[in-house]
């Protein structure tokens, strides 16, 4: 029963990711059509005299940033260093998107939807990070025990 579960939660990941993917190669092209648009405009501004307002040309500059960009992201901060905390992820994929001239617009909303559904995430990030705390559990009761043992030490 959980095989066939299993499988249908592949096919439809799979087909999220390709969906996600084609979203971004869409907005990927929305943005060079725009930036045509405006060179257009530029165009025919310099031919017939009348200047096109700025504030759309910077509106246009920075696109959106997409949760896979920032998944991208996030897989290239753990390569440099995967032990990084979920804080240092965020300020190191912020400063990444900030550089590459994306817009930050709702950051902490994709950042966090990245997070969780990021392949280091699925296979082991929400696990690691759950291993993790009982690693600290285990540290904590690992030191009353060696206090323990410490303890029966003094006490013989």
């Known amino acids: 029963m959980t095989e066939g579960f299993e499988s249908v939660q592949n096919e439809l990941d799979q087909k999220r990711q390709q969906i996600e993917q084609e979203l971004v190669a869409v907005r990927g092209r929305e943005a060079e059509l725009e930036a045509d648009l405006e060179r257009v405009h530029e165009a025919l501004g310099a031919l017939t005299g009348h200047k096109k307002k700025s504030r759309t040309r910077t509106r246009t500059r920075k696109t959106a940033t997409t949760r896979e960009d920032l998944q991208q992201h996030i897989a290239h901060v753990r390569g440099q260093n ?3 905390d979920a804080l240092a992820l965020e300020k190191a994929v912020r400063a990444m998107v900030q550089e590459s001239g994306n817009s930050l617009t709702g950051f902490k909303t994709l950042f966090a939807e990245a997070l969780l559904t ?4 699925q296979s082991g990030g929400v696990h690691a990070t759950h291993g993790a705390h009982h690693g600290h559990h285990e540290h904590g009761h690992g030191a009353q025990h060696s206090h323990a043992d ?3 030490r003094y006490s013989a």
Do not use: L, M, N, Y
């Open 82 to 84: 995967p032990f990084a």
């Open 118 to 121: 990021s392949p280091g995430s």
């Open 150 to 152: 410490g303890d029966e």
